[in-house]
């Protein structure tokens, strides 16, 4: 696990950390891209870059130990920190933090609508207060030499998706902000639940394209109901980068495709079940640390997704992982259940 001492020996080194290739990236979501959630993609996917769930700046700076909201493996990276928060000087204390902890990127949420963080001026209510989000931005980037970024939606409420998000750019890329994900959703923060809000209202993927022709000078990434590499290869051609959030969880074999599609470089997966047995080692070791196998092994439930046995895998660790004292045999008998073909092709 990457700790703090070990990250900061490697910054004062002076040596130069590589630019982040931004084309495909796994959205944060909360309770969803846990350690667990990003030690497993990285057995489908090298190049991918994974985001952490949001942290909020207090959890960081009061939590205790840190190492439950910061902790890693060093073959996460590349790997961004999403931090939840509004006010410049605690955002920029947990960015130096993030920094020295080995982190990528640290990410500033604009984008989650729930009633919990508007309550706390975090996430998508803060599109309407852009000089806030700038101020914080600028307090960020002079704490750091990492990147600095921002996930926003594309409006909230009655806000006028032209005007109003093109204030908020503006704004917040001359604090030096130079990279946005953009999730082609407005956020209505009155009237509909978080889950409502992942659908409705409808995305306007064209909004963030113009936005992308308009700033040429800015990295402009979009989030928002993609579901394949080839609806991620269209949006390339109108975007600098995409991210995927829900099918990339429920659908992880999708992440098996990326590094061969989108870096042109093969992924590190030749079946499902390679990299099923790849996490094993992962997997004793977080048992070791009194981990119970189901913290694991719910982030696999969808791993063989429309394959014969797929069925009888996901029920058998829903059914036994959880219990007390199960093990690596309850995982593979799970992937027993599965019949295993010579090394598939990734679809």
Request: one cysteine or more.
């Amino acid at each position: 696990m990457t700790d703090k001492a070990t990250a900061t020996t490697r910054m004062d080194t002076g040596i130069a950390r590589p630019a982040l290739d931004r084309t495909f990236s796994v959205a944060p979501m909360m309770d969803w891209t846990t350690r667990d959630y990003r030690a497993f993609a990285r057995t489908l996917t090298r190049r991918a870059l994974l985001y952490t769930e949001m942290v909020t700046t207090g959890a960081i700076l009061h939590g205790s130990p840190r190492s439950r909201f910061l902790g890693h493996e060093a073959d996460e990276h590349p790997l961004a920190l999403q931090l939840g928060g509004s006010d410049a000087v605690e955002l920029a204390e947990c960015a130096a933090i993030a920094e020295a902890w080995g982190y990528d990127e640290v990410n500033l949420n604009v984008g989650c609508p729930s009633d919990r963080v508007q309550n706390n001026m975090i996430g998508a209510c803060l599109m309407g207060h852009p000089e806030k989000v700038a101020a914080a931005v600028r307090a960020m980037h002079e704490a750091v030499s990492i990147p600095v970024t921002v996930k926003c939606r594309i409006g909230i409420d009655d806000q006028d998706e032209d005007a109003d998000l093109e204030r908020f750019i503006a704004s917040v890329a001359d604090a030096g902000c130079d990279t946005f994900i953009v999730h082609a959703r407005k956020a209505w923060l009155e009237g509909l639940s978080p889950k409502e809000n992942r659908d409705v209202p409808p995305l306007n993927y064209g909004r963030v394209h113009r936005l992308k022709a308009s700033h040429p000078e800015l990295h402009i990434g979009i989030n928002g109901g993609l579901k394949t590499l080839d609806a991620c290869r269209e949006q390339l051609e109108r975007v600098d980068s995409v991210m995927v959030g829900r099918e990339a969880y429920q659908n992880p074999w999708l992440l098996a495709g990326v590094d061969q599609a989108l870096y042109g470089v093969p992924g590190p997966a030749e079946s499902r079940h390679a990299a099923a047995r790849a996490l094993r080692p992962y997997i004793a070791g977080r048992l070791a640390e009194g981990a119970k196998l189901n913290h694991v092994t719910r982030h696999l439930l969808g791993l063989f997704q429309g394959q014969p046995g797929g069925r009888k895998f996901r029920r058998h660790l829903s059914e036994h992982a959880h219990r007390e004292g199960a093990g690596l045999p309850v995982f593979d008998d799970a992937l027993g259940l599965v019949p295993e073909r010579e090394a598939a092709a990734v679809a």
